[in-house]
């Protein structure tokens, strides 16, 4: 099993609409997590962070951690074309200090 | 800097060539880190200095990869008889702490092996 799972995608959705973005750990020591974003041919951009159960919320985005199922989410409200790209899950290695290690990521597509 | 600074921003190596790839990170940001982008997939975790000390290369895919940050400040990332299988974005990120906080990144390095 993979540190950090991602449904690749492509996940389409037109515009307007919430699009959800899902994200699976198997380290249960993890403390960090971090939502990136990154498009084609650019370098990841950090849109959110969470490091405790519940919801944290930031303009459309909202970030959800459920750390007894092992679980974190994105949602992206109102959903706009530029929206479009990769996201990125991350999350702390605990017995490795403070490298993150990443998903594969989830290709949004988000049409107008 | 006001950002994170990688150079070159694109390098062709032929099979066998050393390269060296560097990284100027925030200034004052402590920590730094190098990680490695194959196409369509997430980066992969290279090595991570904290100044000058390289606290955890455990990510280097073997003994041709080797990186330093002797300043603590400016890093450099060196493969040495470069493969094929090397070609990928090389990525360089930074933060003002260590544990628990997101990284900065770099625009990265896209390195060609042919």
């Known amino acids: 099993q993979k540190e950090v799972e991602q449904n690749s995608g492509p996940l389409s959705v037109p515009e307007g609409a919430i699009a959800s973005l899902n994200c699976t750990y198997s380290d249960r020591g993890s403390q960090s997590f971090f939502w990136y974003r990154q498009y084609s041919g650019k370098s990841p951009e950090l849109i959110m962070s969470i490091y405790s159960n519940g919801d944290k919320e930031d303009g459309r985005f909202t970030a959800q951690l459920n750390k007894a199922s092992q679980y974190v989410s994105l949602l992206i409200r109102d959903s706009q074309p530029s929206d479009s790209a990769t996201y990125l899950c991350?999350?702390?290695?605990?017995?490795?200090?403070?490298?993150?290690?990443f998903g594969k990521g989830t290709t949004l597509s988000v049409s107008s | 800097g006001a950002g994170v600074s990688q150079s070159p921003r694109y390098k062709v190596a032929k099979r066998g060539q050393d390269v060296a790839l560097r990284c100027d990170p925030i200034s004052g940001h402590v920590s730094l880190f190098w990680y490695q982008q194959a196409l369509g997939q997430g980066p992969e975790f290279l090595t991570y200095f904290q100044n000058e000390a390289q606290l955890d290369k455990s990510g280097l895919p073997s003994d041709r990869f080797f990186a330093e940050r002797p300043e603590g400040s400016v890093s450099t990332l060196k493969i040495q008889r470069t493969q094929q299988e090397d070609s990928a974005v090389y990525l360089c990120?930074?933060?003002?702490?260590?544990?628990?906080?997101?990284?900065?990144f770099g625009s990265g390095t896209r390195l060609t092996v042919v």
């Open positions: 990120a930074s933060s003002a702490s260590g544990q628990g906080l997101g990284y900065t």
């Open positions: 991350a999350v702390n290695r605990p017995q490795a200090g403070t490298a993150l290690i």
